[in-house]
């Protein structure tokens, strides 16, 4: 089977703005939370979230540029460019036949979705939407951007499974590479939903945090006090190639793709199955897809949404997953630090899990106080300070409303 590796990354996060910065918000446990400023808060229940940091699209693109793209659209872009540069492809010799773009967002356009319906709402009943309406909103668009720019043209498409779109993504494009119908792609996730229908929508699911007195702490997984999970945007990209195809360009290798799961809960719309079982399924068959044992697994980057639900279940998963092993686990949920970025939050963690193992370092859970009696106490959660130990392999997990789940195993580049 052909094998796959990473060879480039991008990241546009509320921890930073590039992957150098990302990585060391990351590791220093920094809050991206802030108070909301995209719109006024007043009469929602919730009015902080993870943003961007002085994010400017002008600083990215022209005017009439940016006009045509959604945000969700504008980060994916910004993201994809660092992973190219990154990957020192040359676009020049590689044959863009063989060059395939998969992205994922959950909700795709919303902002430009919302504003478009408040205008024809707010106005006399004339449908004067614009001609980038569609193009703009649609979730499939920054695939298509993405292939536009660069002239790629392997397979196209965009996944949808919420939370779980990108890791999908992700998978999908070791699957094509294993199956010989590319040899590169640019997968990932982005998002944009900090705005009135993405706050007021999660709000009236009771899914997000309302704790606005104590905001850049309110993202807790594993936390008794834990209220719900604290929104995030941003995008995640990453370079995957087939392995031969990257040793005979010389391209550096930050990690190779060993195993994937996916599975659905089967179960309830939002909630978790309460025994962690499509999460227990989908774990299994990623490390067995890997061809690795259990106790080969250091390390494992969970979904960890700080739901009071979701937490207890995944670590449920864990303990019936790994057994005894589980205690020499590493454990930890970036989005402490992140918020959840929805359908990108996928490939914002499989990079902190590929660059905890190229660095040996476990970014920390932070914001962590009161013991929650219905996790196991004995788990090491990575609390709050990040940790230094050897990283052979390691697991992203992300899983989506609806029930679904996806696992990448993520094992160290042979030197």
Known sequence: ??????????????????????????????????????????????????????????????RKEANKLDLY??????????????????????DKDRVGVIWASGIGGLETFFLAIKSYVLGDGTPRFSPFFIPKMIGDIAAGSISIKYGFRGPNFA?????????????????????????????????????EPGIGGFNALQALSTNNAEFQSASRPFDQTRDGFVLGEGAGALVVEEYE?????GAKVYAELVGTGLT????????????GLGARNVMKLAVNDACLKYKDVDYINVHGTATPLGDVSETKAIVNVFGEHAY?????????????????????????AIMAVVHDVIPPTINFKVPDPAIDQKLN???????????????????????????????????
């Not at 996944?159 to 890791?167: D, I, K, L, N, Q």
């Not at 195809?245 to 360009?249: G, N, Q, Y």
């Not at 990040?386 to 997990?397: E, L, P, T």
Request: with cysteine.
């Open 1 to 62: 089977m052909r094998r796959v590796v990473v060879t480039g990354l991008g990241a546009l996060t509320p921890l930073g703005n590039n992957l150098h910065e990302y990585w060391e918000g990351l590791k220093n446990g920094v809050s991206g939370s802030v108070m909301i400023t995209r719109f006024d808060t007043e009469k929602f229940k919730t009015k902080f979230a993870c943003e961007l940091k002085d994010y400017d699209s002008a600083k990215y693109f022209d």
């Open 328 to 352: 020499k686990l590493n454990i930890s949920s970036t989005k402490s630090m992140t918020g959840h970025l929805l359908g990108a939050a996928g490939a914002i963690e499989a990079i902190a």
């Open 245 to 249: 195809h990257a040793k005979a360009r």
């Open 264 to 275: 659905a809960d089967a179960y309830h719309l939002t909630a978790p199955h309460p025994e």
């Open 159 to 195: 996944t949808v499974s919420a939370c779980a779109s990108s890791t999908n993504a992700i998978i999908d494009a070791i699957n094509y590479i294993r199956w010989g119908k590319a040899d590169i792609f640019i997968t990932g996730g982005s998002e944009a939903s900090i705005n």
């Open 73 to 94: 659209s504008q980060y994916a872009l910004i993201a994809t460019d660092e992973a190219v540069i990154d990957s020192g492809l040359n676009l020049e010799k590689v």
């Open 381 to 415: 959660l990575t609390l709050n300070k990040a940790q230094n130990r050897k990283v052979n392999v390691a697991i992203s997990n992300t899983f989506g409303f609806g029930g679904h789940n996806a696992s990448v195993v993520i094992k160290k580049a042979e030197v």
